[in-house]
C-alpha cells in the first residue's frame, strides 16, 4: 500500500481510463498521453477534476505519427513507474506490442508486460464458398497483377468464429511469443491433428497483464473481441491428413496511409510431409 501511494503512471491512448483506475487504487500522479486535439484535453482534465483528481494528472499530446512510439520529456520518463497501455483494438496489436518492446527497452514496467500470438488452422465450407476465387473475375485475367495466390493469402477478415457453425479444427493452437515485428522473421511450423480440407488460418492475441492475470482476444471469450481470419487458397483437393505438417512464414501487413491498422497474415503457405521417425538405436547406444 505505501508504494501504491507513490506509484506514477503514464496512460497512453485510453482517454484516461486506465488513469482514472490507476488514482482510484493510490496512485501519486498520472500522465495521460492521447491525440494533440485541444477539446479532447479539456474534456478530459473536466473529468478527472469531477472525480476529484485534477491536480494528480498531466494531459499530453502524442504525435499524430504512428510510427512514433512515445513523445513525454526526459524529465518526465525518469519519474515514471509504470506505463498502462490500452487494448483498443485488434488491429492496432502489432503497433501496442512494437510500443512494449520499445518502452521495456527503455527500463521501463508496463501493463501488458507481453503478447502470444494464438494460430489455428481450420475447415469450414462455409468459409470455403464464401472466398473461392478464380484467376479469372468478370473477364479479366488476374494473372497479369502477378501471382494472385499471394494477393489472396493477404485477404485477413474479422470476425467472430463461434458464429461459424460448421468450423473444424484441424491443428491444435500454436503459440507464438509476439515481442513485435522482429519476431516475425522464421517460418513457423504446425502438425495437423486430423484431417480435413484447409480452409483458414484463425490467429488471435493473448496478454499477460501482470502476475496471474491475463486477457484473451481468443473465442473463449464469447462475443467480446473478433479474431483474424485469412483466407488459405492451395491446390490441395485431397486435403490434409494427420501428422503432415503446415509450413507459414508470418509477416505484417500495415494498411496503406493508415499506420494504426496491421495484421499478422502469413505467407510461403505449405503442406509438408510428416516428418521421418527415427531410426531405433542399438543396444548400448544413447
Given at each position: 500500500?505505501?508504494?501504491a501511494?507513490?506509484?506514477?503512471?503514464?496512460?497512453?491512448?485510453?482517454?484516461?481510463?486506465?488513469?482514472?483506475?490507476?488514482?482510484?487504487?493510490?496512485?501519486?500522479?498520472?500522465?495521460?498521453?492521447?491525440?494533440?486535439?485541444?477539446?479532447?484535453?479539456?474534456?478530459?482534465?473536466?473529468?478527472?477534476?469531477?472525480?476529484?483528481?485534477?491536480?494528480?494528472?498531466?494531459?499530453?499530446?502524442?504525435?499524430e505519427?504512428?510510427?512514433?512510439?512515445?513523445?513525454?520529456?526526459?524529465?518526465?520518463?525518469?519519474?515514471?513507474?509504470?506505463?498502462?497501455?490500452?487494448?483498443?483494438?485488434?488491429?492496432?496489436?502489432?503497433?501496442?506490442?512494437?510500443?512494449?518492446?520499445?518502452?521495456?527497452?527503455?527500463?521501463?514496467?508496463?501493463?501488458?508486460?507481453?503478447?502470444?500470438?494464438?494460430?489455428?488452422?481450420?475447415?469450414?465450407?462455409?468459409?470455403?464458398?464464401?472466398?473461392?476465387?478464380?484467376?479469372?473475375?468478370?473477364?479479366?485475367?488476374?494473372?497479369?497483377?502477378?501471382?494472385?495466390?499471394?494477393?489472396?493469402?493477404?485477404?485477413?477478415?474479422?470476425?467472430?468464429?463461434?458464429?461459424?457453425?460448421?468450423?473444424?479444427?484441424?491443428?491444435?493452437?500454436?503459440?507464438?511469443?509476439?515481442?513485435?515485428?522482429?519476431?516475425?522473421?522464421?517460418?513457423?511450423?504446425?502438425?495437423?491433428?486430423?484431417?480435413?480440407?484447409?480452409?483458414?488460418?484463425?490467429?488471435?492475441?493473448?496478454?499477460?497483464?501482470?502476475?496471474?492475470?491475463?486477457?484473451?482476444?481468443?473465442?473463449?471469450?464469447?462475443?467480446?473481441?473478433?479474431q483474424?481470419?485469412?483466407?488459405?487458397?492451395?491446390?490441395?483437393?485431397?486435403?490434409?491428413?494427420?501428422?503432415?505438417?503446415?509450413?507459414?512464414?508470418?509477416?505484417?501487413?500495415?494498411?496503406?496511409?493508415?499506420?494504426?491498422?496491421r495484421?499478422?497474415c502469413?505467407?510461403?503457405?505449405?503442406?509438408?510431409p510428416?516428418?521421418?521417425?527415427?531410426?531405433?538405436?542399438?543396444?548400448?547406444?544413447?
Amino acid at each position: 500500500a505505501e508504494r501504491a501511494l507513490q506509484l506514477r503512471v503514464v496512460d497512453l491512448e485510453t482517454l484516461g481510463w486506465l488513469g482514472l483506475l490507476a488514482l482510484k487504487e493510490g496512485a501519486e500522479a498520472v500522465t495521460c498521453c492521447v491525440k494533440p486535439w485541444a477539446s479532447l484535453h479539456r474534456a478530459m482534465q473536466d473529468m478527472f477534476v469531477q472525480n476529484g483528481y485534477g491536480p494528480q494528472v498531466t494531459i499530453h499530446p502524442m504525435s499524430e505519427d504512428p510510427s512514433e512510439i512515445l513523445s513525454l520529456p526526459a524529465d518526465e520518463f525518469r519519474t515514471v513507474d509504470l506505463v498502462a497501455c490500452g487494448v483498443c483494438s485488434v488491429e492496432g496489436v502489432p503497433r501496442l506490442v512494437n510500443r512494449i518492446a520499445a518502452l521495456q527497452a527503455q527500463g521501463l514496467r508496463t501493463i501488458p508486460r507481453k503478447a502470444t500470438l494464438k494460430v489455428l488452422a481450420v475447415e469450414s465450407a462455409q468459409m470455403r464458398s464464401q472466398s473461392t476465387v478464380s484467376s479469372n473475375v468478370s473477364g479479366f485475367d488476374l494473372k497479369a497483377f502477378g501471382d494472385f495466390t499471394q494477393v489472396v493469402s493477404k485477404y485477413v477478415v474479422r470476425m467472430y468464429i463461434n458464429n461459424v457453425p460448421d468450423l473444424k479444427p484441424l491443428t491444435e493452437v500454436y503459440s507464438l511469443n509476439y515481442t513485435g515485428d522482429s519476431a516475425l522473421v522464421e517460418p513457423i511450423t504446425i502438425t495437423f491433428t486430423s484431417s480435413g480440407h484447409l480452409d483458414a488460418l484463425v490467429t488471435w492475441y493473448e496478454f499477460e497483464l501482470w502476475d496471474g492475470h491475463t486477457l484473451s482476444l481468443g473465442a473463449d471469450t464469447g462475443f467480446v473481441w473478433k479474431q483474424n481470419v485469412q483466407m488459405v487458397q492451395l491446390d490441395c483437393e485431397e486435403g490434409v491428413a494427420p501428422g503432415q505438417r503446415l509450413s507459414l512464414r508470418p509477416t505484417v501487413v500495415v494498411w496503406k496511409g493508415d499506420g494504426n491498422n496491421r495484421f499478422v497474415c502469413f505467407g510461403d503457405i505449405a503442406v509438408l510431409p510428416p516428418l521421418a521417425p527415427k531410426a531405433p538405436t542399438s543396444a548400448g547406444e544413447e
